[in-house]
């Protein structure tokens, strides 16, 4: 059975699949909550918090058909969950188009989503993210993280990842972050390590 799309999101399937679920379960996710996975990808992530929630309760946005047919139709089974999530609580977008579920979310979560963005798509993931989340609920979302000047290249370790400012992988001061979020019904909070491997930090947005 290929392998490849779990390359394709970086490797780690185990590591950074178990981390993610890790760190939601001890920010509060309760099996109850409704759960937006944005850049789901292939369900690295997506295959824990699918075992976790209650039935149906996960949902996955992503711009890649093939990573998502990969989760769908080899993670899922092969983990024994494809009964867990209808098709249909997965979407193929390119515009961070998660109102078309039609459900209000308690969190949403985008893993290494934040590092391969613009800073203006970053910006219109959050204004349309925050749509179907509830107020009171809760975004979180990984970034990798340079110091007071962006200019340059950064190499971030452990995992010896280099970023720049103007091309992808792109780092971000937490300010910047914070400021693209200005006039939106978030409000930013620095969460900062949480034992990536690869260094990427954790920021928090609240829905007001």
Not at 8 to 16: K, M, R, T
Not at 156 to 178: A, K, S, V
Request: glycine content about 10%.
């Amino acid at each position: 059975m290929t392998e490849a799309h779990r390359e394709q999101v970086g490797g780690l399937w185990d590591e950074i699949g178990r981390l993610q679920i890790d760190f939601l379960r001890a920010a509060g996710l309760l099996p109850s909550d409704t759960l937006l996975d944005v850049g789901c990808g292939s369900l690295r992530g997506g295959v824990h918090f699918v075992r976790y929630l209650e039935p149906g309760r996960y949902y996955g946005i992503d711009r890649d058909a093939d990573l998502v047919r990969a989760g769908l139709e080899i993670e899922l089974p092969r983990a024994g969950l494809a009964d867990r999530l209808p098709r249909g609580n997965l979407a193929v977008t390119d515009a961070f188009d998660a109102e078309r579920f039609g459900v209000a979310f308690d969190v949403a979560w985008a893993q290494s989503l934040f590092t391969h963005l613009t800073a203006p798509d970053i910006r219109r993931c959050l204004e349309r993210i925050a749509r179907p989340v509830r107020p009171g609920g809760r975004f979180f979302a990984t970034f990798f993280e340079c110091g007071e000047s962006v200019e340059g290249s950064v190499t971030h370790e452990p995992g010896g990842i280099t970023t720049r400012h103007d091309q992808d992988p792109y780092h971000y001061r937490f300010r910047d972050l914070q400021a693209l979020a200005a006039g939106l019904p978030w409000r930013a909070s620095y969460v900062g390590e949480w034992s990536h491997p690869r260094a990427q930090r954790m920021a928090r947005f609240d829905r007001e």
